[in-house]
């Protein structure tokens, strides 16, 4: 193990619900000094605004925002994204602060003994080893996919991330553009996440969620998708794509929401416009599949949406 493996593992980590903090301390990959995190009316919970824009606090649990009715009817696709995710036993103590600021799901990094790029190492070993479930948008040297499937749903949403030293961040601000193989997130050492700004929802917009999985049950996805729009007259007129599962960050399909803005809803416009999902994707030699995937996932997504 290299001397900055050994750093990286020992550095001081925050702990709310301690979901995946437990699991890699049992592993020993993280060995450094706790800092239990306290909640606070700022928090917890989700607050709303009278413009009907929302505020939730980073410590809400998972499942507080999935049973949430308010927040399923003004946003559905992240209520429905929190839903999806992990087991219900999870949902019940994961946080969303926790689940944007987990670590990374790639079975090299998890493994103690291996020297990755997250670690301190050189390189990634899963580019040139097993990278089944990895990235299908080779973004940059990190070919592991970016965990957090709240990310994704917010990021289609346009949320916004505050810390206990920043404001206004996008997603893509706190997770990065997928250039830096040796992060999951942008935080400074240090910062926490304190809370989720929500804009108000578009009037008569619809959304909805969708994964791809290998079982039915407690499965990190192999693609997912998160979609919003509204229609009118039978026209797509403000489309939101955002995806999960195939790149080192979750991104937005905007060429393939483009293509639809303007357009009758109907499946032919959509299946056409679904084809631009892939637009850009560089798969690895094992993850060509994930494009399919991706496809018939858009297309299923938004056919949802226009019925």
Avoid at 22 to 48: F, H, M
Avoid at 85 to 114: D, E, F, V
Avoid at 294 to 305: A, K, N, P, S
Wanted: hydrophobic residues 45%.
């Amino acid at each position: 193990m290299s001397a900055a493996t050994a750093i990286a593992m020992s550095a001081p980590e925050f702990r709310a619900a301690g979901t995946d903090l437990s699991e890699r301390r049992r592993s020993g990959l993280s060995c450094g000094e706790v800092i239990d995190l306290t909640a606070s009316p700022e928090t917890i919970g989700v607050a709303w605004n009278a413009d009907g824009s929302a505020r939730v606090g980073a410590l809400t649990a998972i499942a507080a925002i999935a049973s949430d009715a308010r927040l399923a009817q003004a946003y559905p696709g992240i209520a429905a994204a929190a839903l999806g995710l992990a087991t219900p036993q999870i949902r019940h103590m994961a946080t969303l602060g926790g689940n944007l600021a987990q670590r990374s799901r790639c079975w090299y990094y998890r493994n103690p003994q291996i020297a990755c790029l997250k670690k301190g190492g050189a390189d990634c070993p899963a580019r040139s080893g097993n990278h089944l479930y990895h990235v299908a948008f080779d973004l940059g040297p990190c070919v592991a996919p970016h965990p957090s499937t709240m990310a994704m749903a917010l990021m289609a949403y346009g949320a916004k991330v505050s810390t206990d030293r920043r404001s206004g961040l996008s997603i893509t601000d706190l997770l990065g553009d997928g250039s830096n193989g040796a992060a999951d997130n942008l935080l400074a050492p240090g910062e926490r996440i304190e809370r989720i700004e929500l804009p108000a929802p578009l009037a008569g917009e619809r959304a909805h969620y969708k994964r791809a999985i290998s079982r039915s049950y407690a499965e990190w996805p192999l693609v997912e998708v998160c979609a919003r729009a509204v229609i009118s007259g039978g026209t797509f007129r403000e489309v939101h794509i955002a995806v999960g599962g195939i790149a080192p960050v979750p991104l937005q399909l905007t060429a393939c929401a483009a293509a639809l803005e303007g357009k009758p809803a109907t499946a032919a416009t959509i299946a056409q416009a679904a084809e631009l999902a892939t637009s850009g994707a560089k798969p690895l030699p094992m993850t060509g599949y994930k494009l399919e995937l991706l496809t018939g996932l858009v297309r299923d997504v938004m056919e949802r949406i226009a019925t």
